[in-house]
């Protein structure tokens, strides 16, 4: 199977959906600083689905989901998770921030555990409910040392750890491989996979990767430049698990060029922009 053209927003979709949308837009500041970074964004994410969202650099992707996890207020519209709306952020809401976000002064098991703590449990299970996630990122050797002790990449992964540990219904997740290697990023990405499949989390996921977005997701959302709105979107369905070399199949390879042609458009768009600004 390749991928196929899909609206997320239809009403139908909209009355089954965990996560909804509706209208979003954000800006910042105010006179002759102001940036209209979102245009209205209208999104319904389903249970257990697997969202992927790639966009040129600056078109409001970050800005998109922290609105999602309550650290920013839209201009206009809302979000609304479970039929609640979103104002402020929540542990059934898990989020990897696209730099690191953890503790500078408590070690990786600390980093970890606090989640878990936060929600009442003892110390005994807090850590053990951290030791599995550390070693499931490929930590334990580094669980007693601190953060600044840690590669970037190995810190990203601790963040991914922590979000884990809450085991939210949700998980936001703002670029959380770009500092890693590929085969680290091939093998966390089989992980995280797996995971999806065995907690049926849903997940929006922000990358710069067309093929990572590719093999994730059960659905791919392509933005424009700033202001970043919608422009396409896609079912799919390629798995590793399935087929370990699904990436060198012609469907993938025609879904890649898909993306790749409606992206490199706007990213030249965003490069005018910067060179205007
Ligand atoms: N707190 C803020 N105050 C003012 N402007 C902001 C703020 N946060 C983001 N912006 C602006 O909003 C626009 C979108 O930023 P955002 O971080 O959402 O982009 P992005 O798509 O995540 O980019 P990247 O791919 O580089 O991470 C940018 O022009 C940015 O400068
Ligand atoms: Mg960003």
């Known amino acids: 199977m390749g991928i196929e053209s899909v609206a997320l927003a239809t009403p139908s979709r909209r009355a089954g959906a965990k996560l909804v949308v509706e209208g979003v837009s954000k800006r910042f500041g105010g006179g002759e600083d102001v940036v209209q970074a979102l ?5 319904a994410v389903g249970a257990g689905e697997f969202v992927t969202i790639v966009g040129p650099s600056g078109c409001g ?15 206009t519209g809302r979000a609304v998770l479970d039929g609640r709306l979103i104002g402020a952020p929540g542990p059934e ?8 976000a953890l503790f500078t002064w408590m070690s990786v098991m600390d980093n970890v555990a606090f989640g878990p703590r936060a929600l009442g449990k003892s ?5 053990e409910i951290a030791g599995k996630y550390i070693e499931l990122v490929g930590l334990t050797a580094f669980a007693k040392r601190y953060p600044y ?8 992964r601790v963040g991914i750890a922590r979000a884990l540990a809450n ?4 998980l936001l997740m703002d670029e959380p491989f770009a500092a890693l290697d590929q085969q680290t990023r091939e093998l966390l990405q089989e992980e995280i996979r797996a995971i999806w499949r065995r907690t049926a989390k849903t997940i929006l996921w922000i990358t710069h990767s067309i093929e990572e977005a590719l093999f994730l997701a059960t659905h791919v959302v392509v933005m424009t430049a700033r202001p970043g709105r ?16 699904v990436a060198t199949t012609p469907a993938f390879a025609e879904a890649k060029r898909t993306i790749v042609a409606l992206l490199r ?3 030249l768009e965003a490069q005018r922009q910067e060179a205007v600004n």
């Open 93 to 100: 809401r898990g989020v990897v921030f696209q730099q690191g």
């Open 123 to 127: 110390v005994t299970e807090a850590r």
């Open 167 to 170: 085991e939210p219904e949700v």
């Open 61 to 75: 992707k970050s800005t998109l989901l922290n609105i999602v996890a309550g650290f920013e207020t839209p201009t």
């Open 230 to 245: 919608i422009k396409a979107a896609f079912a799919c369905g390629f798995s590793r698990e399935a087929d370990p070399l």
């Open 39 to 43: 245009q209205p964004i209208d999104l």
């Open 149 to 156: 002790e840690l590669s970037g990449g190995m810190q990203q």
């Open 265 to 267: 458009r706007e990213s």
